[in-house]
Structure formats: structure tokens, C-alpha cells
């Protein structure tokens, strides 16, 4: 029986290992996946590389140049390998790969076939220098080499670029195999560069297993977990042996010394007590070697009780967030935390309905998002409602399922730097989302991390629901305080209103009273004059006179309510032509010279020449103006100070935007600061109206005082403002009181009926 051959036997069996990765590969969905693509060809040229070490033994290729084929085919196959498997590396960590990259690595790989095959008809021998020559071979491959070499070191500097830019461990982990497929790949091409065909061929296969692992599985067995718990298995291995080892011993010892025909006593005994000590040993050294290597740090029996304690009695939703992240970091040892409620509604549209979640952090460290909408026909949404299981942020970023995911979902997720999401649900209800972001320690989270955050979620699901029940109760006794506030606030401004229109009349008919009954009294007395015949032109004269004035404080007061009712309903209008401020204060103040003389109060009028031009309303303005120097007239003691300023306002952000502000300041009794607004208001008087003396400039004179809101009204219609300023309401100090009056040079045009 012939012996089998042990280069035919590697050849089949590497090639049966490549149509295993390819079946791998072909399992997934090619599609536009180009690193499958170029996996793909790579595994097939494998394949070949395989196949051709079966040439030489196969009589089907007895006219052959074997002796050929059996070096140039490893040879063509390393350069296009190398050329593959950088542009896998670059599409591994997408990078795009250049068109020029493909032209040069044509050009290179049609430059090895001149050198290899020696078109250019070189010697066998080349000379070096004295009795040394070099082999044409070796010569061939010191060309080449450095091009292959380049490459290599192009894709390691590549990965190392990108292992240095990730966070997540699980990308990691995947790095980590790629870097490992890197350096056999670069093994098995610099030993098949050397004519090591076998060894060098293991090796590529070698790097091609770890490849296609990569690309086919998308979450590969991690190296570092893998290389922790052989530790910990060996360790504990090494110390049950030589317990044991020594125990033995000691029985042996024991028997030997104690001479006996029931020596197995002594060896049972022995075991038991190995067994009763070595087994509570053994677990406690697992653990103790569990937590050093993967840094646990918690017993889940214990986090779990600890932290239904912490939230059990806990209403407030802000407490309650606070107490989960901190439990989260404090546990789990992460950089971060957040709590995220999630609330459904749905989008009413024509067609179809579509609903959509909204997603809120309610706590979220600096810079991180607060709210986003996810549809929910989201990946990431349906998963989290249908597997309700935790979602890691590298699932998202890997696998196919959630390619789809929306570009702002996507940012928005991206931006809670998370490597885990927890869902939270209540009653069947997805109600909100545990965030964790990465380990201090830059570990992964294993499946004991995961477990016990599904139960720490399930907890937190009852508590989040009292909470929010609580916050809802809180919500509604809020607004219920908020609505009877503002139920007494109305019933305090009807009272105020009705109060003040009480006012009004008392005022009004006050007023009105007064010139009645002067043209009453006069009447009498002409009627009196003329049936004695007695009366004389110059009391004539004086009973005119009198029943002029009257008639004018009538009409005046009739005037005003007129006034009155065009500011509330609006219709008050203008007659815009260009004004100097100046001419409008002066015909304003010289209205009340008579007064002023009287009560010996001076005033004084600085700033307004300067101003510019506006648009406005001469009648309306000297109203607006006359009726604020009639206030502070009126609420001025005998020989006390008016100052009207005047400035120049402009937009720092438009400078075309300008607007002169009037400052008419006195030295009267004040206003309250909760009178301020109030002073503008229609048929508002402050104090009691029988009190008030009759006359338009007496301290503390009546009137209907309406006023100050009709020159609001006035204002308001030039597109300008008015308020008042003052300490407070003083008889004895007199802290006086300042109008300002805003009206903007050019006046906004009103709206066309």
C-alpha cells in the first residue's frame, strides 16, 4: 500500500477548510457589501493556492511544467493577496479605496510577471561585487518585497489609526481579530515571498479564518474574556491539583507511618476532608479572580436588593432620576448615565396615520440631547419593543436590521454616547430607556451586566409609574392652585373694576355736577335779572362769561369720554405730518402756564432741541403730553420742580431704527409700585373720589381721570410706549414720579382695512 503524501493531505484539507469559509460567506447576503465582495474573491484565490499544491501529485497535470506552476502560482498569488487583502483592510474600517490604488496595484502585479518570468532576459546570476553573486530569484523577490512590505505596514498603520478612535470594547474585540488575520497574513506572505509555500500558505489560511469570523459574526468571542477565564480556570486547576497533591502526600505519609491493614480509612478520609475544604475554597477563589480580571465589583443578589430599597419609597420623578443614574454609575462603574421617558402619539395624516415616539432625558449630563421623535417603525424602536432585551450601541452600528435607522434617530443616539440601552416597560407599555455609557475600566458588558440590568429595569418600571402618577397628581393640584389663583385674581380685578367704575360716576358726576350747576345758578339769576328788569350789561357780561365756562368744562369732560372710547375700540386716528419735539412740549406746557404760575412750580425743558423730526400727530401729541403735565400739576406740592428731558434712541442692531424717549419728571407724592400699571388704566382712580377737590390743577385736584389713558392710547397708536417709574407714595418726602414716553421717529404704517 503506497504511503499517503502529506502535501496532498495539507492541499485537501486547507482545500476543504477554504469551500467551508466560502459557504460561511455566500450564508450571508452579499448584496452591496463590499467586503464580502472582496472576501469573497480573496477566499477563492486561497482556494487556488490550495489547489496548486496538488499539481505536482495528480497525474491529470503530467504535461505540465509542474516544476513551473509549482512555484510562479504561490508567487502571483501573495502579490494579488496583498493587494486584496489591504483593500479589505481600508473597506473593514470604511475607508473608501481610491481608483488609482486598483491602477497601481495592476501595474505593480504586471511588473512582478516581467521580473518573475524574466521577459527583460537578465542573467541567472547577478554579480554583487567580487566571488558574491545573488540568485535571480532572490533578487526577484528583493524588487518586489519592499512594495508588498509597504503595503503590510499601510494596512497595520490603518487599524492601529482606528482602534485608537474607538470606545466601544465590542468594536475592539473585532479589531483585535482583524489584527490578528493582519499579522498571519503578513507571516504567510513573507514566507511564500521566501518559497515557505506550506508554512506560508497556513498562515494566509489562518488570517482568512479570522476575517471571514469577523465578517460573519458580528459579535466574535472575545478575546480578552476568553484569555480571563482560562486564566481563572488554569489558577484554580494549578491550586485543586496541588491541594490535592498535598493532601495525598499527607496521607501516604500518614499510612506509611502508621502501619495499618485499613490504610483505605485513611485515604477516604482524607478525600472528605480535600472536599470539604478545596470546594468552598475553589468558589471563592473563582470569584475573587472572576472580579480582579473582569471587575465586577457587585453581587447581583445584593445590587438588586440594594437598589429596590433605594427606590421603593421614592414619589418625586426627580429624586427618582437622580437615585437610578447614580445607582447605575455607582454599580456598574460608567463614565455616564440617563434616564429617558418615552411617550407614544400618533401623527394624524391624510394617508396613512403614522405614530411616533417621543423620547425625553430627563437626565442628561452637559452637552448631551434631550428630545427626539422616533417613528415607530424605527429598527431600533421595534427592537427594543418586541425583544425586550438591552440594545447595545455597537448592535446598532453592525448589524444589517438597523441599517435603516434614521439619520436624525441615529445622531441623536450617537449624541447620548450610550453602550447600552435598557428598555423599560409598564404594563405592557414601553415607557422609557436606561442609557449607560462605557466603562471606567474600558471593559465590555457581559451577560451577567445585562441580566441584571433587564431586572433593575423591570424594577425601576414600577417605581417610574408610582412616580409618574405622583408627578401627575402634583401636576393637577398645580394647576388647580394656579386656576383658583387666578379665579381670586379676576374676582379681585372685578371687584377693582366695579370699584372703579363706582369711582367713575362718583367722580364723573361730580364733575358734571359742578358747571350744571353753574349754568343752573346763572340761568336763575338771568331769568330773576330779566323779570325785574334791573339787569345791566355789565352783569349780562358776567353771567356769559359764566355760562361759557361751564358749558366748556362740559364739553371738555365730553370730549374726554369720546377720547376714551376711540382708544378701546381702536379707532382713534392720526393725521401724521413731520413735528419737532420741541414745538409739541412747548404748546404742551404753555397749555398750564396759568397753573404753574398759580402753584409756583417751575419747569424745565432740556434735550428736545436737538431731536430729530418725527412723524406724528400734532393735536394728539400735545393731548398725549398735556394730559402727563396735568398729572404731575396735579400731584406736585406748591412750589415744587417739573423736568422734561428729552434723548435720542438708536438700534445698536439697526441703526436706521430710531426713536426719541421724553422723560417728565416731578417732585409729587409718588405712585405705589403696584399702582404703576395701574394708573393707565380707563376709569381707575386711586383713593377716595369724595375726597378729591374739584378743579384741573389743584393739589391732588378731581377729575374723571382718564387721562393717562387716553395719552397711552395716543402713544400706542404712534407705535411708541409710555410707563411710569417711581420709589413709592410719599406725602411727607415727596419722591416724585417719571413718565417716559417712547415714540419712534418714523412710525410704523397701520394695516390697510
Not at 436606561?434 to 425601576?460: C, H, M, P, V
Not at 393739589?699 to 402713544?715: A, D, E, M, N, S
Amino acid at each position: 500500500m503506497p504511503a499517503l503524501d502529506p502535501v496532498l493531505i495539507f492541499a485537501i484539507a486547507t482545500s476543504i477548510i477554504y469551500i467551508l469559509l466560502l459557504g460561511a460567506v455566500f450564508r450571508r447576503t452579499i448584496g452591496g457589501d463590499r467586503s464580502l465582495l472582496i472576501l469573497t474573491v480573496v477566499l477563492i484565490l486561497g482556494l487556488s493556492w490550495s489547489l496548486s499544491l496538488t499539481f505536482p501529485r495528480l497525474a491529470l497535470f503530467s504535461g505540465i511544467r509542474i516544476e513551473t506552476l509549482k512555484y510562479r502560482i504561490p508567487f502571483y498569488h501573495i502579490i494579488t493577496l496583498t493587494l486584496l487583502f489591504y483593500a479589505l483592510t481600508r473597506s473593514f474600517t470604511r475607508r473608501q479605496i481610491p481608483w488609482w490604488f486598483w491602477a497601481l496595484g495592476l501595474a505593480w502585479l504586471v511588473l512582478t510577471v516581467i521580473i518573475y518570468e524574466n521577459v527583460l532576459g537578465t542573467p541567472e546570476e547577478w554579480w554583487l561585487g567580487g566571488n558574491r553573486t545573488l540568485p535571480r530569484s532572490m533578487g526577484n523577490t528583493l524588487i518586489i518585497g519592499p512594495v508588498w512590505a509597504f503595503l503590510v505596514i499601510s494596512g497595520y498603520v490603518i487599524l492601529v489609526r482606528e482602534y485608537k478612535q474607538l470606545t466601544s470594547p465590542l468594536h475592539k474585540n473585532r479589531f483585535r481579530y482583524w489584527m490578528l488575520g493582519q499579522t498571519l497574513m503578513a507571516i504567510g506572505g513573507g514566507l511564500a515571498l521566501f518559497n515557505q509555500r506550506i508554512v506560508g500558505g497556513t498562515a494566509f489560511l489562518l488570517a482568512n479564518v479570522a476575517v471571514t469570523y469577523v465578517l460573519t459574526t458580528y459579535r466574535p468571542f472575545d478575546l480578552r474574556e476568553g484569555a480571563g477565564r482560562f486564566s481563572v480556570f488554569l489558577i484554580n486547576t494549578v491550586l485543586a491539583v496541588g491541594i490535592y497533591s498535598v493532601g495525598f502526600w499527607a496521607a501516604s505519609w500518614l499510612v506509611h507511618l502508621y502501619y495499618t491493614t485499613n490504610a483505605w480509612l485513611i485515604w477516604a478520609g482524607m478525600g472528605v476532608v480535600l472536599t470539604l475544604l478545596v470546594s468552598p475554597l475553589l468558589m471563592r477563589t473563582h470569584r475573587w479572580l472572576t472580579d480582579m480580571i473582569f471587575g465586577s465589583g457587585y453581587d447581583a443578589r445584593d445590587a438588586v436588593r440594594e437598589y429596590s430599597a433605594s427606590i421603593n419609597n421614592i414619589l418625586s420623578l426627580e429624586q427618582l432620576t437622580n437615585v437610578i443614574t447614580g445607582f447605575m454609575q455607582d454599580t456598574f462603574q460608567v463614565k455616564h448615565s440617563q434616564l429617558v421617558l418615552v411617550n407614544f402619539e400618533e401623527v394624524k395624516a391624510s394617508d396613512p396615520p403614522q405614530g411616533y415616539y417621543l423620547l425625553k432625558v430627563v437626565a442628561s449630563g452637559e452637552g448631551l440631547p434631550t428630545v427626539a421623535i422616533m417613528a415607530d417603525d424605527s429598527p431600533v424602536g421595534e427592537y427594543l419593543r418586541n425583544a425586550r432585551i438591552p440594545l447595545t450601541q455597537y448592535e446598532i452600528d453592525v448589524l444589517p436590521r438597523f441599517r435603516e435607522t434614521a439619520g436624525p434617530e441615529r445622531t441623536w443616539l450617537a449624541g447620548l454616547s450610550a453602550d447600552v440601552y435598557v428598555p423599560i416597560f409598564s404594563k405592557g407599555q414601553w415607557v422609557g430607556l436606561l442609557a449607560l455609557g462605557a466603562k471606567t475600566s474600558g471593559e465590555r458588558f457581559y451577560d451577567n451586566d445585562l441580566a441584571l440590568l433587564s431586572t433593575i429595569a423591570d424594577q425601576t418600571a414600577v417605581a417610574l409609574e408610582n412616580a409618574r402618577l405622583f408627578d401627575d397628581l402634583r401636576q393637577r393640584n398645580e394647576e388647580n392652585e394656579h386656576l383658583n389663583l387666578e379665579l381670586t385674581e379676576a374676582y379681585q380685578e372685578l371687584e377693582r373694576l366695579d370699584q372703579a367704575k363706582s369711582n367713575f360716576l362718583n367722580i364723573a358726576s361730580h364733575e358734571l355736577r359742578t358747571p350744571l350747576t353753574q349754568v343752573r345758578g346763572y340761568t336763575d339769576m338771568l331769568n330773576e335779572s330779566i323779570s325785574e328788569k334791573n339787569i345791566t350789561p355789565e352783569t349780562a357780561g358776567i353771567m356769559a362769561q359764566g355760562l361759557r365756562k361751564a358749558t366748556l368744562r362740559l364739553e371738555s369732560i365730553v370730549d374726554i369720554m369720546f377720547d376714551v372710547s376711540r382708544v378701546e375700540t381702536g379707532t382713534l386716528e392720526l393725521d401724521l405730518v413731520p413735528l419737532g419735539m420741541a414745538s409739541v412740549l412747548q404748546l404742551a406746557t404753555d397749555a398750564w402756564q396759568d397753573a404753574l404760575r398759580r402753584r409756583k412750580i417751575s419747569v424745565n425743558i432740556v434735550g428736545v432741541d436737538n431731536l430729530p423730526t418725527i412723524q406724528g400727530d400734532l393735536q394728539r401729541l400735545k393731548q398725549a403730553f398735556s394730559n402727563v403735565i396735568q398729572n404731575a400739576i396735579k400731584y406736585t406740592p406748591n412750589g415744587g420742580h417739573i423736568q422734561i428731558s428729552g434723548y435720542l434712541l438708536t438700534n445698536p442692531e439697526n441703526p436706521e431704527e430710531q426713536a426719541v424717549e421724553i422723560i417728565i419728571a416731578d417732585t409729587g407724592i409718588g405712585i405705589e409700585p403696584a399702582e404703576l400699571e395701574r394708573i393707565f388704566d380707563a376709569f381707575y382712580g386711586a383713593g377716595d373720589p369724595n375726597l378729591h377737590s374739584t378743579g384741573d390743577f389743584k393739589f391732588k385736584g378731581g377729575g374723571p381721570g382718564l387721562g393717562l389713558t387716553i395719552t397711552r392710547g395716543i402713544i400706542d397708536a404712534h407705535g411708541g410706549r409710555v410707563w411710569a417709574e417711581s420709589p413709592g407714595y410719599d406725602e411727607t418726602h415727596y419722591p416724585g414720579s417719571k413718565f417716559h414716553i417712547l415714540i419712534p421717529v418714523n412710525p410704523p404704517t397701520p394695516p390697510l382695512a
